[in-house]
């Protein structure tokens, strides 16, 4: 077997990037950086440095995987380290491994569910949705004395993942279990790639020509213009209220979005005198049954009366779905009390329809507001991202079950909630008012 020899030298960035020990550490943020480099020589040196180590290097597609690791992984490690090309999987001399994966769909993650590994690399961390990267923390575990688990992320503005690195790594906003000094963030931008600079220096050239959000974003790394939001007209202020009693007679209704390994979405709404909507309950499950869903949908309504419930044209599908027992979704929840009808998955239709809802009207209301324990859909609504080849849709890298649900929805018909009308009193009559007493009309 050959001996390795590892070339080029880092630049200053690259150089704090292979040295960081920190639980969590971002690098890159402008375009040329030099990220994809520094991530496979930092997980290189690693398993060299420390025998035995079990490393998972991500993409999120598998093209994205092929073209940018595993082939030049194949070139730098030829004939010094083994490569399994079924499993993906680069084992060295001292029983290290690195082993190279994808997460495509939302619930591509779940293929390393229960599996260990000391490292884990996210290659463009703004690709991955939050709940793929939480749930990808669960894998970064080690029962090894001599090495602390931690994952390494390299970014660039925009994406599905834009918000959550951004909170991170950059704006260091941390919720429950999260500790400031676990996050450490490199910030790397073209020019500090003297190696691409000098071998293309016409690429710095290009950037320079991109309009002005563009290059503010891939040449200076500038976090607060490219968000690519599909809803920039979202704002927690304005669309998110604490709940209030919702008045019997208001028009209620719920929209679903079916899944089984992804996640289930079911939405309740109603619409006021004045035709706003109102999302005031969620249930977002994963892996159970449909009629444990169907179940819980009805234990979860209680008294309340529904005008319908529209689901995804998928729970009208063939026998044999994930968790729909042998019979179609639809059928298992009307056997189970809870009819469905089709949604309307006119996709860009409703998704303009949604961003009307959320405008404000001309007494400064939007046409739809949520309650505060909708919490999944108040997470995801705002980290919709446009399809890079069609903006006029959202992306379907987002995790978007929730968000469904609200579009099927809003496609739905919900007439303006009507007051009932009032029954006549004892004594009372309905043109003239109250009966007159005697010596009035009557004795007429």
């Given at each position: 077997m050959k001996t390795l020899h590892l070339s080029g030298t880092p630049n200053p960035k690259q150089q704090a990037f292979f040295l960081s020990t920190a639980p969590h550490t971002a690098y890159g943020g402008a375009r040329g950086g030099g990220k994809s480099w520094a991530m496979r020589r930092k997980l290189v040196l690693l398993a060299l440095r420390y025998p035995g180590l079990n490393e998972l290097l991500l993409r999120r597609t598998l093209p994205e995987l092929q073209e940018n690791h595993v082939l030049p992984l194949l070139k730098e490690l030829s004939g010094c380290i083994s490569y399994h090309q079924t499993q993906r999987c680069f084992t060295f001399p001292n029983g290290s491994r690195i082993k190279l994966g994808y997460c495509d769909k939302e619930a591509?993650?779940?293929?390393?569910?229960?599996?260990?590994?000391?490292?884990?690399?996210?290659?463009?961390?703004?690709?991955?949705?939050?709940?793929?990267?939480?749930f990808l923390t669960t894998c970064n575990r080690s029962t090894r004395g001599d090495f602390a688990p931690r994952m390494y992320y390299t970014c660039n503005p925009g994406g599905p993942g834009h918000e959550w690195v951004k909170r991170l790594f950059i704006d260091r906003r941390y919720g429950p279990g999260e500790r400031a000094e676990d996050y450490a963030f490199i910030p790397a931008r073209l020019t500090d790639n003297r190696v691409l600079m000098d071998r293309d220096p016409g690429y710095y050239q290009k950037l320079l020509r991109l309009p002005e959000h563009l290059k503010r974003a891939y040449l200076d790394g500038d976090?607060?213009?490219?968000?690519?939001?599909?809803?920039?007209?979202?704002?927690?202020r304005l669309h998110v209220k604490a709940p209030f009693a919702i008045p019997t007679w208001w028009r209620r209704f719920r929209a679903m979005d079916w899944g089984y390994n992804d996640p289930c979405c079911v939405l309740w709404l109603a619409v006021s005198p004045e035709g706003q909507i109102i999302v005031y309950r969620e249930l977002y499950v994963r892996q159970m049954l449909s009629s444990q869903v169907a179940k819980k949908v009805r234990e979860l309504t209680g008294g309340e009366k529904m005008a319908y419930t529209v689901a995804s044209p998928d729970a009208w599908q063939q026998r044999g779905l994930p968790g729909a027992e042998g019979d179609c979704i639809a059928d298992v929840f009307q056997k189970n009390g809870v009819p469905l009808i089709p949604a309307d998955n006119r996709r860009i239709h409703?998704?303009?329809r949604l961003r009307e809802c959320l405008a404000p009207g001309a007494d400064g209301a939007p046409g739809l507001v949520i309650f505060e324990g909708c919490k999944e859909l108040i997470r995801t609504l705002p980290?919709?991202?446009?399809d890079e080849r069609d903006h006029e849709d959202v992306s379907d890298r987002c995790e978007d079950h929730a968000p469904e649900a609200l579009r099927y929805g809003v496609m739905?018909?919900?007439?303006?909630?009507?007051?009932?009308?009032?029954?006549?009193?004892?004594?009372?009559d309905p043109f003239f008012g109250p009966a007159p007493q005697r010596g009035g009309f009557a004795s007429l």
């Open positions: 591509d993650v779940f293929q390393y569910q229960g599996q260990e590994y000391d490292v884990i690399g996210m290659e463009e961390a703004t690709h991955f949705t939050e709940s793929q990267m939480q976090w607060d213009v490219l968000s690519g939001r599909y809803f920039p007209e979202f704002s927690q409703g998704w303009q980290l919709l991202t446009y739905s018909r919900h007439p303006k909630a009507q007051p009932p009308a009032e029954k006549p009193r004892p004594g009372y």
